[in-house]
């Protein structure tokens, strides 16, 4: 009677030992959960522009006014490729958008200069079982398809822009703008590139932990069906 007991205690030492392991875990996860949300790529795209402009602004103001406006154009060629990745404007009203010349020739060059997809799905972005899914930002989902797209319409509409168009071509105010534009682009396409790696390691490592607790689950329920 006393080993009986003696053995009842150790198949509850043993379910308790495996099963804190999975308390644990799925604890961590729920902190997780309510913690370390997901970062707004979007938010921290807004703030970058906002930067860059405040930035441009204490450094060019009362020296170049020139510049600080070939920045402001710089800005506007960002936010409209962004709006149209998002799908806010069609290639048509985005291209639209610009009516001088000298405005159409530096997009046209800006387009050209951009990278086509540079940021690669690495995580599934629906949520599946009680996992959370990754969305991939599509402000710079620039695709090799939709550039070609713009550059056929442009060359649609005033072909004699941009035949032979090289940038020594462009004017100083928007050769700054063209190079201050495709700075600042490639910057912002690699600070998104690094938080959405980031968010694609959160929430591994939360399919790491539950994985885990429900293997040792599964091991203290066999453990237990063959003590008994």
């Not at 071509?169 to 682009?185: F, M």
């Not at 938080?195 to 091991?219: D, P, R």
Request: charged share 20%.
């Amino acid at each position: 009677m006393h080993s009986f007991f003696n053995y009842g205690i150790n198949i509850a030492v043993l379910g308790y030992g495996i099963s804190l392991p999975i308390i644990r875990a799925l604890k961590r996860i729920e902190n997780m959960n309510a913690a370390k949300t997901p970062i707004n790529l979007e938010e921290l795209d807004d703030k970058f522009v906002e930067k860059v402009s405040s930035e441009n602004a204490n450094i060019y103001e009362g020296e170049a006014p020139q510049l600080l406006e070939s920045s402001e154009f710089a800005l506007k060629m960002i936010n409209s490729v962004k709006a149209m990745n998002n799908g806010e404007l069609s290639h048509y009203e985005m291209v639209n958008s610009f009516t001088l010349a000298d405005e159409l020739k530096c997009l046209f060059m800006f387009i050209q200069a951009l990278p086509h997809s540079p940021i690669v799905p690495m995580y599934p972005e629906t949520p599946f079982l009680f996992f959370k899914g990754v969305m991939l930002p599509r402000s710079f989902d620039l695709t090799e398809e939709m550039a070609n797209d713009i550059e056929t319409f442009m060359k649609g509409k005033n072909s004699e822009y941009f035949q032979d168009l090289h940038l020594h071509d462009l004017e100083s105010y928007y050769l700054d703008a063209y190079e201050s534009a495709v700075r600042i682009y490639n910057d912002m396409v690699e600070k998104t590139r690094l938080n959405y790696l980031a968010n694609v390691k959160q929430a591994k490592s939360q399919v790491i932990e539950i994985s885990a607790a429900l293997v040792c689950g599964l091991v203290v329920v066999l453990a237990l069906v063959g003590l008994s």
